[in-house]
């Protein structure tokens, strides 16, 4: 390829900015720490995974062989049997979220779709481009789901075959909706496992909670009917990528024939990406369970450390179990976006990703929140509701 001195002073200019903000990223919760320098070789190929990876396409530039078995290690992690389950890698979080709307629409056509407040924004736009009815339902304190407002809105409803939209690990605070006691609930009110539908996001906490010691429910095995993460948050990937595991009974629903590709679909996308197959199998096999498992620990440490390093400084910030996402009053403007923090009012997060090997990052962040918070108590009388924590 062949640039202009120009634009390739503009590529050298751009390269230069993305080294110095490599590990920028402390608000939000990619991970920036992979290397997928071995995988190089295959840009120069048109990889396209277009349509399902268990059928020979007549595109011979696939990558199946290898969304195979990462969909096969997803079966065993989300503990569901490989022969009765059906996924792919998807584009994101978002599209692996819309994956199993679509499925459950279709298992019920006229159902609303539940979900709460705390859910990610990517929830409405589904439901809205799948002319889905929907139901926002009220949370707890820490952002998991209210059972009770759910239970009573179901009822209120009269609805016989709800749809329930789980977070398993909310976005701002990653809280993880309580799947066991929706399910008993649902039964108490006489809505059997059958006649619903429960979608499981667990866009970060997909690939913490199956590597801790006390998970909260959140898998096939405690009643999801499908599942999806991001590969580009806890696993990390230069490009935005996500896993989704549905029950293949349910995906045969949707399943068509293509005569163009001589094969069958039963994707979102037409064209797939084969190269962030390739990434996601490298990133499964560059790690056994146990080194998972340190990664995450690390993680979780670290998160604890900043808790325990607010608190002592008189900073009401917390976390949920499980969960890399440490919560606390959102700080001035300035700080906020010197650290680029995710806020959401009245609270701000940070979240303890794997590429912070050490607490430099943290320690600076929360000298700045602390600092912030004594120039906001002096102010009190000007903006008196900075610190009011709910
Ligand atoms: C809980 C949750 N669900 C879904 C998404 C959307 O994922 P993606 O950005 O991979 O589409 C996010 C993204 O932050 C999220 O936090």
Excluded at 82 to 89: D, I, L, N, P
Excluded at 223 to 241: A, E, F, R, T, Y
Excluded at 361 to 380: E, F, N, P, S, Y
Aim: with cysteine; hydrophobic share 35%; glycine share 6%.
């Amino acid at each position: 390829m062949i640039l202009s001195a120009t634009n390739q002073n503009r590529l050298d200019t751009f390269w230069d900015y993305c080294l110095e903000h490599q590990y920028f990223n402390i608000g939000y919760p990619e991970s920036a720490d992979f290397d997928y320098s071995t995988l190089y070789r295959f840009f120069n190929f048109s990889l396209n995974n277009c349509g399902d990876w268990q059928e020979s396409s007549n595109y011979a530039l696939n990558s199946f062989d290898f969304e195979k078995e990462v969909m096969k290690y997803y079966a065993d992690l989300f503990q569901i049997p490989f022969k009765e389950s059906w996924g792919y890698v998807t584009n994101g979080g978002t599209e692996g979220n819309m994956f199993g709307c679509y499925l459950a629409r279709e298992l019920f056509p006229n159902a609303t779709l539940y979900y709460s407040k705390e859910t990610h924004y990517s929830v409405v736009k589904i439901a809205k481009l799948l002319r889905m009815k929907s139901c926002i339902i009220e949370c707890l304190d820490n952002g998991e789901i209210d059972t009770d407002d759910l239970i009573q809105k179901i009822e209120g409803n009269k609805d016989r075959n709800p749809i329930i939209f789980a977070n398993i690990g909310t976005t701002m605070s990653g809280a993880v909706d309580n799947i066991k006691a929706i399910k008993q609930r649902l039964k108490q009110i006489g809505i059997e496992r059958q006649d619903f539908y429960l979608h499981a996001d667990a866009a970060l906490s997909g690939m913490i909670l199956p590597f801790v010691d006390n998970p909260q429910p959140f898998s096939f095995a405690d009643g999801v009917d499908s599942i999806c993460l991001s590969g580009h948050k806890m696993i990390g990937s230069p490009i935005p990528c996500g896993i989704v595991v549905a029950k293949r009974v349910n995906v045969d629903r949707i399943s068509v024939d293509v005569d163009y590709i001589s094969a069958r679909d039963q994707t979102i996308s037409g064209s797939r990406n084969g190269h962030s197959v390739l990434m996601m199998w490298a990133a499964i096999n560059s790690r056994s369970s146990q080194q998972w498992q340190q990664r995450i620990q690390h993680c979780l440490q670290m998160a604890q450390y900043a808790v325990d390093k607010f608190q002592a400084a008189g900073v009401p910030a917390w976390r949920n179990p499980n969960s890399i996402t440490v919560v606390f009053p959102c700080p001035s403007e300035e700080v906020w976006r010197k650290h680029h923090l995710a806020v959401s009012e009245p609270n701000a997060h940070l979240i303890t990703t794997a590429h912070h090997k050490d607490t430099q990052k943290i320690d600076i962040l929360i000298t700045d929140v602390i600092a912030d918070q004594q120039d906001v108590i002096t102010d009190q009388q000007t903006t008196p509701k900075r610190f009011a924590y709910s």
